[in-house]
Structures are given as C-alpha cells and as structure tokens.
C-alpha cells in the first residue's frame, strides 16, 4: 500500500502572502563579496551500479544514516526494509520486511540511527516507532497517538533520552501549527515549539508545509536549527533550558536577503507560475529547502534547489553560530523537470567526517555523498 501523501499533489486554492519583518540585525547582505567561495562535490554511487543483485537494487530509498563505525544503512519504502552497507559500500545485511508483526514495517515515514548505533523506526501506517538493534532485534515498540503525531517526517537526538520529531498536525488538531515536537524515550511528549511566523505565510505555503514541513537539526543539548520546506532566505534557531517543561529561552530568525513588507504582486518571489485547471490552483515553486546542518567546526550549512528556466541549480549556503552569511556555492545539477523537482535529489545526513549522503533519483536512484571544499577569497572580520 502506497501511503496518501506520496500519491496527492496538494491543491493549492489561495495564494495571498502576509508581509513579513525584516530583523535588521538578523540580515546578511547577499550582495556584498563574501569570505569563501563554496565548491560542491558530488561523489560517484556509493553502492554497486553494475550489481544486478537485489541487495544492490534501490527501489525508492527515502534515507541514508552512518553509523559509528561507518556503515551505511538505506531505506527503501518500495522493498520495505532497511539494507545495510560497509563504507567499501559492500552489503552486509537487511533489516525489517513489509508487514504488521515485531520487526516489520508498513512504512517507513522516518528514521534515526543514534548514537548507540540503534535504528529507531517511525511506522504510521502500523502506529507505532519501532527501536531495533543495528543487526534487526526488536528492543522496544511505542504506539502512536494519532492525537500527538501524524506522518513524522524526521527524527533527530538531542540526548540519550530527548528526540525531536519533525511534523505538522492539521488546524484542527494543532491550531498554532507547531512543527517542532520533543518526545522522550519512551514516547511521553515533552514539548512542542511554536515557530514564530517570521517568513511569509499563505494557503500555499500552509499546505505545502503539510506534506513537507522542512527540515530539523540539533547542534547541541539545548539547541536546535530549523529551515522551512520553501526558501525564502530563512532559517531559525532555537534554545532550551533543561528543565522538566523545556522552556524555549532563545529563538532567533536569520535572513541572507531582506523581503519586501507587502509584495507588489499576488505572486510571491518562490513562485513562478500558476496552473489553472477548473477550480484547482497548483504551484511551480521556485527554491526547495533540502536541509540544514552543522559542521564539525559549527558552520551553518543549507542546501537548496532553485529552479531557473531551463536547469536546476543545487545552492549551499554557509553561516556562522550567529547567522552571518559566510559563503556561497552552487552546482548545475542539468535538469528541467520542474513538475517532479521534489524528489530528485534529497540531502538526508551528515556523518562525523562532515560528509553528506544525497539520495540522487535522478534516472535510477543511487545513494551518492557531497563533500563541500572552500576558497578563501579575502579576509573579514566579524
């Protein structure tokens, strides 16, 4: 069974954006000359191409995790399992199969391998998140409250006992549209963020964000950056106290261009055509966040699609800490399909060495990595 999500385009009935704030302090002049000059460096496919075996077979991966001694593991929602790789890219084992017993997956709406080398599993169409060892036993199963979670999209771990997950209710669940949920291990919600609106909010950006609710990383105990589905030049970061309520001491916005207050036109600037079908409205969007990260060094880095005329440009940008804009690259990934631009390429993780697994769905999919190397153009001080 193919869950919902994956089969309906959302319609999109409104487009009307609200004008947003410009924090002033919070804004990087994207058109002064930056510090680095980024190059994007995209990898050959990490796993066999030329393998007929079905362990080598992708079918529609959907994640890519390390583990602490370098091994990879794939999930594939077609296949319904999680395979898993030695860096040499050499299979070694399957994890879970389709199906509703211990162990088995229906879906596979996220995933996490943490720190303890244990996959944790959420499955929304069996209701539950499933912690398996790394070789496939069960070491706990957590039904899911369709009241406190809904098609989590990520997993990402704060502690030994605190994970965020990524995922958005509908209105009438969830009011204020808080995306950012803290549950503890065994399951108890702890806390749920609201995202301060200072990006501009409409219908289409609403519906989108349901399906895609944009992408999560954690820095530290206490601090975790967040970036919307659709880029406008945003990303967030937010800091907690350790307290039992997880009190939200520190949220702040960072922009690498400033917006107008009210759009001159009923199109914003990430939308650049409209279709008119009887009554249904879609969208071309123009960026799609792929993801927020950190390097080892605690560099800001962000991916992004921006989709020109007649080629897709893959963009990173790099910030420091306090949301300084920094550095900038981009690569012509040399493709035009803008209708299916979702899915073909998603960033989904950084190891310890600072490299990135990519699923490339491009043609066939592949499991390829990016590594960022930088030129230093001249000296700045911040």
């Not at 549209?177 to 803290?182: D, Q, R």
Request: aromatic share 14%; net charge negative; charged share 20%.
């Amino acid at each position: 069974m193919v869950p919902v999500y994956n089969i309906f385009i959302p319609i999109i009935l409104l487009l009307f954006f609200l004008s947003c704030n410009n924090n002033e302090e919070n804004i990087s002049k994207i058109d002064e000359p930056l510090p680095y000059t980024v190059y994007i460096n995209i990898s050959e496919p990490l796993l066999p191409s030329d393998d007929d075996s079905p362990e080598y077979l992708l079918g529609q991966p959907v994640f890519v995790f390390s583990d602490t001694e370098g091994n990879l593991y794939v999930a594939d929602r077609i296949a319904m399992n999680i395979r898993v790789y030695d860096s040499s890219g050499t299979y070694k084992r399957t994890v879970g199969r389709r199906g509703r017993g211990p162990g088995e997956f229906y879906d596979i709406n996220a995933m996490l391998i943490d720190s303890q080398n244990n996959i944790i599993v959420a499955d929304q169409l069996n209701s539950r998140i499933t912690y398996l060892t790394s070789t496939g036993e069960t070491i706990s199963t957590y039904l899911i409250d369709h009241d406190e979670m809904l098609w989590p999209r990520q997993i990402r771990e704060i502690n030994d006992d605190l994970y965020i997950y990524l995922y958005t209710l509908p209105k009438n669940n969830d009011p204020d549209g808080k995306m950012l949920h803290l549950f503890d291990r065994e399951m108890n919600k702890v806390k749920s963020i609201i995202l301060v609106e200072r990006y501009p909010r409409s219908s289409f950006f609403r519906i989108f964000s349901e399906l895609y609710p944009g992408h999560v990383w954690v820095i530290d105990d206490y601090t975790i950056v967040y970036i919307p589905p659709l880029f406008y030049g945003s990303w967030y970061k937010i800091k907690f106290d350790n307290l039992p309520d997880y009190t939200v001491t520190e949220y702040s916005a960072y922009y690498s261009k400033p917006f107008m207050e009210i759009y001159s036109e009923p199109l914003p600037d990430n939308v650049t055509t409209i279709h008119y079908g009887g009554e249904v409205i879609a969208a071309d969007v123009k960026r799609q966040s792929l993801g927020i990260f950190s390097l080892s060094d605690g560099t800001i880095v962000i991916f992004y699609l921006q989709y020109e005329e007649d080629t897709t440009l893959l963009i990173t940008e790099l910030y420091t800490p306090d949301g300084v804009l920094i550095g900038k690259g981009q690569k012509d990934l040399e493709y035009t399909t803008i209708a299916h631009a979702f899915t073909i390429l998603s960033i989904v993780y950084i190891d310890m060495n600072d490299t990135f697994y990519i699923i490339d769905d491009r043609d066939l999919p592949k499991i390829k990595a990016i590594n960022l190397s930088m030129n230093y153009n001249f000296e700045k001080k911040y």
